[in-house]
């Protein structure tokens, strides 16, 4: 609460600077509409009948969580790693006095905003599905996720390089790691991520694929598909090795196992999708995704993340019941500016907030700010870069992959 008083102030001021300079430029190259009504929408066909802003809203919500999450969590409590990803000496001091009061006990800010992004994502990508096609929803997949990570990736680079500047610490980037990173398959190759955010993109890659692969069944027996696929995932966490060899290649399946298991909590959204498109009932919505994540619940101690059992993935129940609740409510759901404004930029904020906005908070106190005025300056320099990656790469490369979308309306 404290953190969003800090921020709200810097908001409004950037949201003004935004209208004044970012949006009027655009308007005028590609005839789109001013900030703020200015976002990807999930189904504009839909969505003017309040039937999915509740996903579009809570994609801001996630945002905000995770970033609450690194913000104070990780900065604080791992030191180590934090130095390791900006080229930093480690931060010293007592952290905030506040910080045990963010949370109530059990509740992580950051799986429940990650377990919300999963959710929305599984809850409005057969939209994409029923509009394009596989081949094309595939393409426009690619066109939506790759090039603003990539921009995303080189912009933490070069933040990162100035800060081994500007501490005087060596700068390395491994070129097997980068490159596995910018294709997103890196941990099946054991190579650590670059940027400690970018294993959630992986795992969403693969729901596209899977999600297009079941299309023919989904579209015909929803339920019956998604608990088959839950069940048989299932079986195979317990039943496949930890790993495999491709030629000289080590293939470490464990890691596999775990963006396998994550698939399956993405396919309960994708139950909300058919109800909501009518093909379910409600008591079916409810036995099925109860049942789902029963499954995936119960695995997640057969995982190589297993320690992080029951306590994380009981914030995927959270999640879910937050979910299911704004479900229920979604035709009350109305713009909220602020709300608005953090899911328009979600993805590119998502992308850059966490190893850059590390370094802008460690000089900002390096410089000799307290960290309850570094940490809101640190986000609204995040928040530009991110509106800029939003405008300049993330709009245009997304409404390539719309133009394939109604290209297939069009050959029907």
Known sequence: MIFCCAIKPYIILYRYINLAIFAPLLAMRAN??????????????????????????????????????????????????VAQYTFAPALTGARPAFMPYVAPPTF?????????????????IPFSLEKMGSLRFLAARVLRIYPTYW??????????????????????I?????????????????????????????????????????????????VATLLCYALAICGLILWLPSQCKLGSLDIALDWAKVEAMYTVFLFIGTLFHFAVKGRIGPRVLAAAALVMFALFFAV????????????????????????????????????????????????????????????????LMDRGLPYLAAAPLALVVILCAATVLH??????????????????????
């Open 108 to 124: 992580n800010y950051g799986p429940f905003g990650v377990a919300l992004f999963f959710l929305i994502s599984g809850f409005v």
């Open 391 to 412: 405008y300049a790469v993330e709009l245009p490369t997304a409404s390539l992959g719309k133009r394939l979308g109604r290209q297939r309306v069009l050959d029907k």
């Open 32 to 81: 789109l509409p001013p900030f703020p009504r200015l976002m990807l929408s999930l189904n504009p066909a839909t969505e003017s009948s309040g039937k999915i802003t509740f996903a579009n809203q809570l994609r801001g919500v996630a945002v905000l969580c995770v970033i609450v999450t690194h913000y104070l969590g990780i900065y604080w409590g791992a030191r180590n790693i």
């Open 300 to 363: 997640w101690p057969q995982t190589v993340i297993a320690e992080q059992y029951w306590k994380v993935p009981a914030n995927y129940g959270y999640a879910l019941v937050v979910f299911s609740l704004c479900y229920l409510w979604r035709e009350r759901f109305r713009a909220v500016r602020v709300l608005d404004f953090f899911a328009a930029v979600s993805y590119p904020l998502y992308l850059v907030h966490a190893v850059s906005g590390y370094v802008v908070m460690h000089i």
């Open 174 to 222: 491994d070129g097997w790691q980068l490159g596995t990173n910018l294709l997103l398959v890196n941990a099946e190759v054991v190579q650590p991520s670059v940027d400690l955010v970018n294993w959630t993109l992986s795992v969403e890659v693969k729901f596209y694929v899977v999600a297009m692969l079941l299309w023919p069944w989904l579209a015909r027996a929803p």
């Open 151 to 172: 921009v995303a990736t080189a912009l933490m680079l070069g933040v990162t390089y100035l800060s081994s500047c500007y501490w005087h610490m060596p700068f390395h």
